[in-house]
């Protein structure tokens, strides 16, 4: 059987392993098909692409990237798979989500600053070396200065809603997202949908939206969940007829989450990987 994982970051964004380590990990799990979808952008496909080609890795890359837009007052994630990572209207949009993420950034640290945390930017931009400034690097800058313990920690206490160094999100409607994956040749996949802490009825109308501005797919499964909750994301997947994809959510080793680890889809559920399966004409 092959096996997918279809959801993972580098260091080029927020993860903690470079591109070899993470393509290194993979092969090391036994996962045949797997994708990088870094958060607004495509800088660790070619030098992916490249290691792959000079280990000689049993391993098929998707090209892929996690675009991060607004919708209500939530921020929600999507997902494209199979795209083109030279098209200019792909480029256009992940270069104004960049410079959002870096304004975002230099006032995080500037209230944070404010608050007591002196030279936290700078901190932050070190974690990051040439990649860019998440608020995930701002955690882990945190939690290097002793403020809490781990990332649920420094959210609840710095980084979340309401909290010393939370800013809000301008990023680009789920419609912009979208076309700009459409025009690059791409499948657009709503990420994580039970991460939102949404309700049931909130996550419908989020389907009914996501559907009708041309989305493709939705993840169904994730290494880090109930038997229950899966069932219901596949039954919603076929009552809106989205295709279902699965992914780790890679970003670093713990002990809870692994590449490829429990990453299956229920049955009747429709594999995103049929799409392009289908258009090269062979089964992988």
Same mark, same amino acid.
């Given at each position: 059987? +092959? ?47 490249? %290691? ?14 996690? +675009? ?5 007052? %939530? ?12 098209? !200019? ?32 930017? /700078? ?8 990649? /860019? +400034? ?59 949908? !039970? !991460? ?13 939206? %996501? ?10 499964? /994730?290494?880090?969940?109930?038997? !229950? ?20 959510? %890679? ?34």
């Amino acid at each position: 059987m +092959i096996k997918y994982d279809l959801h993972s970051h580098t260091t080029h964004s927020d993860g903690h392993l470079t591109v070899e380590e993470l393509l290194a990990r993979a092969v090391d799990k036994n996962i045949d098909v797997f994708a990088i979808t870094d958060h607004d952008t495509v800088a660790a496909i070619e030098p992916a692409r490249a %290691f792959i080609k000079r280990e000689n890795l049993p391993l098929k890359l998707i090209n892929g990237v996690e +675009i991060s837009t607004k919708w209500e007052s %939530f921020e929600i994630h999507i997902v494209g798979l199979n795209i083109d990572t030279n098209d !200019s209207t792909l480029h256009t949009l992940l270069s104004e989500q960049q410079q959002k993420r870096e304004t975002r950034a230099i006032e995080i640290g500037h209230r944070l600053n404010k608050n007591g945390f002196e030279g936290i930017y /700078q901190q932050a931009r070190e974690l990051a070396e040439n990649a /860019q +400034i998440t608020r995930a690097h701002f955690a882990r800058a945190l939690i290097e200065r002793g403020v809490a313990k781990n990332f649920p920690g420094v959210f609840k206490k710095y980084l979340g809603r309401g909290k010393t160094g939370y800013v809000p999100s301008n990023w680009c409607d789920m419609q912009t997202a979208i076309a700009a994956i459409h025009a690059a040749g791409g499948v657009a996949v709503l990420a994580h949908p !039970s !991460s939102y802490k949404m309700s049931n009825k909130w996550l419908r109308k989020l389907l009914v939206e %996501f559907k009708s501005v041309g989305g493709d797919a939705m993840e169904v499964a /994730q290494p880090q969940q109930a038997p !229950s909750e899966r069932q219901f994301l596949g039954l919603l997947s076929q009552e809106y007829e989205l295709l279902c994809s699965q992914g780790s959510d %890679f970003h670093f080793p713990t002990s809870y989450l692994e590449l490829g680890k429990n990453l299956y889809l229920p049955k009747d559920c429709q594999g995103v990987w049929q799409i392009w399966e289908k258009h090269e004409g062979v089964a992988l």
